[in-house]
């Protein structure tokens, strides 16, 4: 479908702006943008200004509110979501309001203004059975309420704004804001002597600083439908261990691989969840760096501060 609304410069809703990957969203706004981050909080130290916030998305009146005191707008990224995998098994209600009902109230609101509308969604909408990279194409199978309400979200948001609705998953994220893999890793190590990593799911490591300009280029383009969009290659939790540690210049430190039967978690991961992103490449152009080149930029602008965000 070609592209109803185009984006080149204006007023863009920026959602989750508190968070890893809406903080990092509001920082790559390209020019011309004005990029309005909204969250229930205002962030912490070390992140960008949150302009509105306190609004609730899972609530009608939230979202009208939203629009009317801060808009217009031409154009909304959606990052914002319940992102605790674990805790959703016995929180349904809460993840499926943020991660369902949310996205379908704001692409109801997008719809009416006639702007593009980017949400963010993720590798949990399958299975992990898969012996190739995902198709956006391929039929979705969650395995637990975190993946099942991203998956809602997305088929809401595309029933409510057809037209506009672009859906880009993605996975394994981690950046400069907030708790991650990376800077749990880097922890870790400075507190024991050995680590133990799950070596058998593997998925794509991806950067904000990779996936953030990924959604801007999306959201201008405005060509409807889903998309993959992480970062290029793939390992497992313990490759990225092994990496992380290693670009970081930490020695000494034994890493242990083991399996996802002896580290049992309430909510179950897909085995392999690498997702194919060509159809994202070809729409921008170009692809998000391969992880592990992604991964030692990272460390080399924001090392000092990895540590003490991953918790």
């Known amino acids: 479908m070609a592209a109803e609304y185009r984006l080149a410069t204006g007023r863009v809703l920026v959602t989750g702006a508190a968070g890893m990957l809406g903080s990092q969203l509001l920082l790559d706004a390209p ?35 939203l629009f009317a005191e801060h808009g217009p707008f031409d154009g909304v990224i959606h990052a914002a979501a319940y992102t605790a995998v674990d805790r959703a098994e016995t929180d349904l209600d809460l993840a499926r309001r943020v991660n369902a009902h949310a996205p379908a109230l704001l692409a109801r609101a997008a719809a009416t203004a ?12 399958f299975d992990g059975t898969a012996r190739r990279p995902y198709l956006e194409s391929d039929p979705v199978a969650p395995l637990g309420v975190y ?18 609705a672009m859906v880009v998953r993605t996975q394994w994220l981690y950046g400069p804001r907030g708790a991650h893999f990376p ?12 680590l133990t990593v799950v070596a058998d799911q593997v998925g794509s490591p991806t950067s904000t600083l990779e996936l953030a300009p990924a959604l801007w280029d999306t959201l201008r383009q405005g060509v409807p439908g889903v998309y993959h969009g992480a970062c290029e290659g793939r390992a497992s939790w313990y490759d990225f261990a092994v990496a992380t540690l290693e670009m970081a210049g930490v020695r000494g430190i034994a890493v242990r691989p083991c399996t996802t039967a002896e580290f049992p978690r309430p909510a179950q991961r897909p085995a392999f969840s690498v997702l194919d992103c060509n159809k994202l490449a070809t729409l921008r152009g ?6 592990r080149n992604a991964l030692a930029n990272f460390l080399e602008r924001h090392g000092p501060n990895a540590l003490a965000a991953g918790h």
């Open 183 to 194: 800077g749990t890793m880097l922890r870790l190590a400075s507190e024991r002597p050995e």
């Open 147 to 164: 993946g099942l309400t991203k998956w809602e979200g997305e088929e809401a948001a595309r029933a409510a704004h057809p037209a506009g």
């Open 286 to 291: 170009r692809r998000l760096a391969p992880w």
């Open 114 to 125: 006639k702007i593009p509308m980017v949400v963010v969604s993720t590798d949990f909408v």
């Open 31 to 65: 020019q011309g943008v004005e990029a309005i981050g909204t969250d229930l909080t205002p962030g912490g130290p070390g992140h960008p200004a949150v302009v509105a916030a306190g609004f609730d998305l899972t609530l009608e009146e939230g979202v009208r509110r």
